[in-house]
């Protein structure tokens, strides 16, 4: 096996489980399985109570289970976690695709498992609101695992926190890593005799040079300045202060009330509008749902400053890079940091470290049973087998001492499908799930993602950065039945007025747009979503997960990877 093969191989049990968008409210980056340490990985004991309990617990059906593995209710993992743990575990398949709509039907009907693993946030929160949740305060005594991981991460225990002051939600901590990261054709500017853009309007004139000054020199205007498609216009939110996408209103802080964020709106709306006039962004972005012709053109060395979303970045670096340079050996990438904006300088968003994950029914028969079972599956031998499989069969110690697949092939059969089962593990707390655990610096291709990615958290980890939001979509509030429909009102009507904007140069300005915004925001009865923000940010600004919170994780996680 090639080196370059075998790094691949490894990054298969760190691929998110889910689709992609980030720093993003979405689900795509829900979660992630990855390896764990060694150690932790060796040997699994655990003292059971003196009283076996049963337990039932939601797990995904993504389809992902061989025949010849069983199902997702009984497989080899199924009889560990039983013949191991301290309690009879009943497995609940869920489809991943209508989860919430399964659960609805299983709470409706009283027959909802003692468990939740759900990653939809507003779902949860809906459970809570209808008193459909046990708190977990009385038995977290049988959960000395999530009780030692409380107190290293507080963070932890303000995201699962009510209003009422208890804890209902188990959650995990994550890597935490950049959503969106900007990467530049540095031979290009090179090239065009152009320096590294620190400004927005240094960055436009630049991605305006890529894209008529045929820095590919083949004799023809066919190249873009950036891609703007699906994550990387909202990466272009982000570069002026704002995370607004498709599931998300763009709000702010000022003089210590929530307000909706118009200005930096403004100013991300007209940018994008230059970018379209000015030819600089393949005119038919709009129909790039997914970013892959964005994709494709990069790779084929058509885009100046691409926009990457950063899952699966150590297969993008030894993958992706390879073919770019397949296809035009002199080109040359380098990270940009968020250029300054005339609203400030901004990192991008950042994936959720601290994810929740799963609640307990209120109708629960055994708490205490409830307790231990998730004790038993938060203990780093336990997630050890469940992520990784057995030493000497499915892993041994790499070279930076942690598990490496010995066969993939043989690991996406019989590992690689289990991680949900331990979906609320944390794997953020072991280095060996971390990006750059994965990449050994000895080898010339591998110290390429190295560096790149050790340059990528200095620039957007900068403590002179400021997040675009206050706090990661994740962890904002989420509203009653009655709001979330003026939402969803109001971001129909705002989307269609800004794509208009951008399509429609000075026939429809973008602060036409927001005028025309600002009035559907009224008529729609936005100043009730306002009103609500302010409530829950006066309520919960000392307690509740914000952007603080976030880049503290984040740093924190830099230095123990040092």
């Known amino acids: 096996m090639t080196n370059k093969k075998l790094w691949l191989g490894m990054t298969v049990s760190a691929v998110a489980l889910g689709a992609t968008l980030v720093g993003c409210s979405s689900d795509k980056n829900e979660g992630a399985t990855a390896t764990t340490s060694t150690t932790a990985a060796q040997s699994t004991t655990a003292a059971a109570p003196a009283k076996r ?35 009879n575990v009943k497995f609940v398949p869920v489809l991943r695709s209508d989860s919430v709509k399964k659960l609805n039907v299983l709470f409706a009907s009283g027959s909802a498992p003692d468990i939740i693993n759900e990653y939809n946030t507003p779902f949860r929160g809906s459970l809570y609101d209808q008193k459909q949740l046990m708190p977990i305060d009385n038995i977290l005594k049988f959960m000395p695992e999530y009780t030692k991981l409380l107190e290293k991460y ?20 994550k890597e935490a890593v950049p959503a969106h990261i900007l990467l530049i054709r540095s031979d290009w500017l090179k090239k065009l005799n152009l320096s590294m853009p620190t400004t927005t309007e240094e960055m436009l004139a630049v991605a305006k040079a890529f ?35 498709s599931t998300l209103l763009a709000w702010d802080i000022k003089d210590g009330k929530v307000v909706r964020a118009w200005d930096k709106e ?19 972005y709009i129909n790039d749902k997914d ?31 390879a073919t770019l340079k397949k296809n035009v050996p002199t080109a040359e990438i380098a990270p940009l940091g968020y250029p300054k904006s005339p609203l400030g300088t901004f990192t991008g968003g950042i994936d959720n470290p601290v994810q929740m994950t799963t609640v ?32 000497g069969v499915h892993w041994k110690k790499g070279p930076n001492g942690c598990p490496q697949p010995i066969d993939v092939a043989k690991n996406k059969n019989e590992v690689v499908w289990a991680g949900d089962y331990d979906m609320f593990y944390s794997l953020g707390q072991d280095k060996c799930s971390f990006v750059l655990s994965g990449v050994n610096p000895e080898i010339p291709e591998q110290k390429v993602a190295y560096d790149m990615y050790k340059e990528v958290q200095k620039l957007y980890y900068d403590p002179a950065r400021q997040y675009p939001a206050i706090a990661n979509g994740d962890h904002m509030p989420v509203y009653p039945a009655d709001l979330q429909v003026i939402n969803t009102t109001i971001l129909k009507e705002k989307g269609d007025l800004f794509v208009k904007a951008i399509l429609s140069g000075a026939k429809y300005t973008p602060e036409q747009a927001i005028k025309d915004s600002q009035a559907a925001w009224t008529k729609a009865g936005g100043q009730q979503l306002e009103d609500y923000m ?29």
């Open 53 to 87: 309990g049963d337990v039932t617990s939601t797990m995904y059906d993504r389809g992902g289970v061989p025949a010849a593995e069983g199902n997702y209710e009984e497989n080899r993992w199924t009889k560990y976690i039983n013949q191991n743990g301290p309690a």
């Open 154 to 173: 507080p963070q932890l225990k303000k995201a699962g926190t009510k209003p009422d002051g208890k804890i209902y939600e188990i959650g995990k901590v």
């Open 211 to 245: 894209a008529e000054q045929d820095p590919d020199g083949n004799g023809k205007k066919d190249t873009y300045g950036m891609n703007m498609s699906t994550y990387s216009e909202q990466a272009i939110n982000e570069m002026f202060g704002e995370n607004s996408s």
């Open 266 to 284: 403004l100013a991300s709306l007209a940018y994008k509008q230059k970018l379209y006039e000015g030819g600089i962004i393949d005119k038919d």
């Open 291 to 321: 970013g892959a012709k964005a994709k494709q053109d990069f790779l084929n060395g058509k885009i100046g400053i691409y926009v990457k979303f950063t899952g699966g970045w150590n297969e993008f670096v030894l993958s992706d890079m």
């Open 360 to 391: 307990v029914n209120a109708k629960a028969k055994d708490p205490e049973a409830v307790g231990r079972y998730l004790d038993f599956m938060m203990k780093p031998e336990t997630a050890g087998k469940i992520f990784n499989g057995d030493e």
């Open 534 to 562: 302010n409530k829950w940010y006066q309520e919960n600004k000392s307690t509740a997960f914000l952007a603080k919170d976030l880049m503290d994780i984040a740093r924190q996680q830099m230095e123990q990877v040092k």
